[in-house]
C-alpha cells in the first residue's frame, strides 16, 4: 500500500540537501529552511520560519518590491496560471546586510489530499551575474536532441549510480517541475518511455518520490 508524502516527509528530505531549500506557502509564508540556506544567507531557522519570503529575502515589506518581484512573487504567479517557475539568478539579502547573487529552482510539490501544493526552492551561490538565467543546460530547448545517446556520464562519487545523458536529461526536466507529458513532447518519445526512465531512475537512486530522486541527484553530484 502507498502512502502519501507528507509535509514533514518533504522537510525531512531536504534537511539532507547541501544546497540552501526553503518551502514556501502560497501566502509566500516559510513553512522550512534548512542549514544550507542558513550556511549561504546566515539566518537560522528559528527567525524565518513564519515569515513572508519577502520580510527575509529582500528585507522589503509588500509594495516595497525589488526589480525581481515587482508585480509580486514571479513563482507564486506562475502556479496561478498553471505554469512552472522557472530557474534564475537573483540577489538575496544576508543576515549580515550584505547582497548575494544565488542561482535559484523552484519546485512545485503536490499537496496531500484536500493541502494545496507547496513551493520548494534549491538554491546555492552562484558565480554567475545577476540576472542571468540559472541552469540553461537543463532546459532541453537550449541543446536539441545532443543527449539521445547512451553514453554513460561520470558521476560526482564513485559509490554514485552513473546516468545516462537521456537520464540525466529527464532528471533535470523534473528537477525544473516539468509534467511527464510535457517532457515526452518536448524530447520526442512515448509517455511509457518517460515512466519507464523515471522509475528505472527512482529504483537506481533508492528514492520513493520524484523529489526525493532530485534530491539524491543533487546531493550525489549527477545534477
Not at 22 to 39: C, K, P
Not at 188 to 201: A, P
Amino acid at each position: 500500500m502507498k502512502y502519501p508524502v507528507t509535509r514533514d516527509d518533504i522537510f525531512r528530505l531536504l534537511a539532507t540537501a547541501e544546497c540552501g531549500a526553503y518551502v514556501m506557502s502560497h501566502d509566500q509564508t516559510i513553512l522550512f529552511w534548512n542549514e544550507g540556506a542558513q550556511r549561504i544567507l546566515g539566518y537560522p531557522s528559528s527567525q524565518v520560519v513564519g515569515r513572508r519570503c519577502y520580510e527575509v529575502v529582500t528585507g522589503l515589506v509588500p509594495g516595497g518590491f525589488t526589480p525581481d518581484c515587482q508585480e509580486g512573487c514571479p513563482a507564486i504567479r506562475a502556479v496561478r496560471v498553471g505554469t512552472v517557475p522557472n530557474s534564475h539568478n537573483m540577489r538575496m539579502l544576508c543576515a549580515s546586510g550584505e547582497h548575494k547573487t544565488v542561482s535559484i529552482t523552484p519546485m512545485v510539490v503536490a499537496g496531500t489530499k484536500d493541502d494545496p501544493p507547496l513551493l520548494v526552492y534549491l538554491f546555492d551561490e552562484s558565480p554567475t551575474p545577476a540576472g542571468v538565467t540559472a541552469k540553461a543546460g537543463a532546459d532541453p530547448r537550449k541543446h536539441g536532441k545532443t543527449f539521445a545517446s547512451d553514453r554513460v556520464i561520470a558521476s560526482g562519487s564513485e559509490d554514485a549510480p552513473r546516468l545516462t545523458p537521456r537520464e540525466a536529461e529527464i532528471l533535470g526536466l523534473v528537477s525544473e517541475g516539468w509534467e511527464i507529458q510535457l517532457i515526452a513532447d518536448e524530447l520526442g518519445i512515448s509517455l511509457h518511455t518517460v515512466r519507464n526512465h523515471i522509475r528505472n531512475l527512482r529504483q537506481r537512486l533508492h528514492a520513493k518520490t520524484k523529489l526525493e530522486a532530485v534530491m539524491t541527484a543533487l546531493r550525489l553530484g549527477l545534477l
